[in-house]
């Protein structure tokens, strides 16, 4: 039987509506090889038209590591034909998943290097375990990010803080990615953690609790405020608030819209149907 690469969990109960996506080639320490990235595509798709998906969770199921980037091994195995498609299609997915239109967070409780890395910056949030490890090695490898890394990192950091890490290929932890703002937030260590309790995936449990967070409010006034928010930093600031206004003008005849308001007046928790 084969084993799925990427495995989704549809959360239930008051969790209704969180999707935890996970990475699962414990045997490469989830590398992106061309099965795992094209799996990962097919389930990009199934999630982008599904609308009772509201949060996307990203997480791996392999201790101590997110994602190692590219499958070093599979790749030199390729012809530079095979090795230029197998990009197209890595950086396809990623966009893919910078495309979702609901909020995606990274659960990073491990190792996520060059690609790996690369991916988790095309989420909207991300959440570090006490054992993240951050980094592009690529130029160490004689390469450069070539994933979106060197626009996506200078786009949240800015040029010169991402050169440093590009230039010296650093890997560093969870408190230097919080201090950059290349993470959210941070979960420390344990201290009374005995033999039972792990803290292999302590970043994805507070990953969870920030969709938790997300998921009472208006899916439709989520999407669009991502929408906008994206939109931002690609066009002239004119553009950016007409596309602001456009993005408003869907909001405001949904029934979720008129059910905040009435929640509001009643001194209730509102219910959101996501139309
Ligand atoms: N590709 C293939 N196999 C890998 C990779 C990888 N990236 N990383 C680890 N593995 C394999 C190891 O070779 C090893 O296999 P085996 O058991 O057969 O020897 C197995 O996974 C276990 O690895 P380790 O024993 O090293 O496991 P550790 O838990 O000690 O360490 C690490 C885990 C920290 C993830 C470590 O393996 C590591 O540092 N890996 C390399 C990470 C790296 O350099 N990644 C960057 C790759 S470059 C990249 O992603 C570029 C993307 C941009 C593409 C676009 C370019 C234009």
Redesign the pocket.
């Known amino acids: 039987t084969t084993v799925n690469e990427v495995v989704l969990l549809r959360h239930s109960g008051a969790d209704k509506g969180i999707l935890t996506l996970e990475l699962n080639r414990p ?3 989830n ?2 090889s061309r099965s795992l990235v094209a799996e990962f595509r097919k389930v990009l798709s199934e999630i982008r038209n599904d609308h009772d998906v509201r949060v996307v969770v990203i997480r791996s199921t392999v201790p ?2 997110f994602c ?7 790749r030199a195995t390729m012809s530079p034909t095979e090795v230029e498609q197998f ?1 197209y299609s ?1 950086k396809t997915a990623f966009k893919e998943l910078e495309a979702l239109p609901q909020p995606t967070i990274a659960a990073l409780d491990g ?1 996520a ?4 890395f ?1 991916l988790s910056l095309c989420c909207d949030l991300r959440i570090a375990g006490p054992r993240a ?1 951050l980094g592009l ?2 130029t160490s ?1 004689a ?1 450069i ?3 979106g890394g060197t626009l996506r990192l200078t786009k949240l950091i800015g040029s010169s803080r991402t050169k440093a890490l590009v230039f010296t290929a650093r890997r560093f932890g969870p408190y230097p990615a919080l201090s950059m703002g290349i993470v959210n937030d941070v979960v420390e260590a344990n201290e009374c953690m005995d033999e039972n309790t792990s803290d292999h995936s302590l970043g994805y449990e507070r990953a969870i609790e920030w969709a938790r967070e997300i998921l009472p409010n208006g899916p439709i006034a989520v999407r669009m405020a991502k929408r906008s928010i994206d939109h931002a930093s690609k066009v002239d600031p004119g553009t950016g608030l007409d596309v602001e206004q456009l993005c408003y003008a869907q909001v405001i005849p949904t029934e979720d819209r008129l059910e905040g308001l009435r929640a509001f007046k009643e001194k209730r928790k509102p219910v959101y149907k996501g139309c």
């Open positions: 045997k490469a320490k590398a992106l101590g590591v190692a980037g590219a499958d070093l091994k599979e990009l890595m190792a290097l060059g690609g790996g690369e490890i090695p690529e490898l390469i990010p070539g994933a």
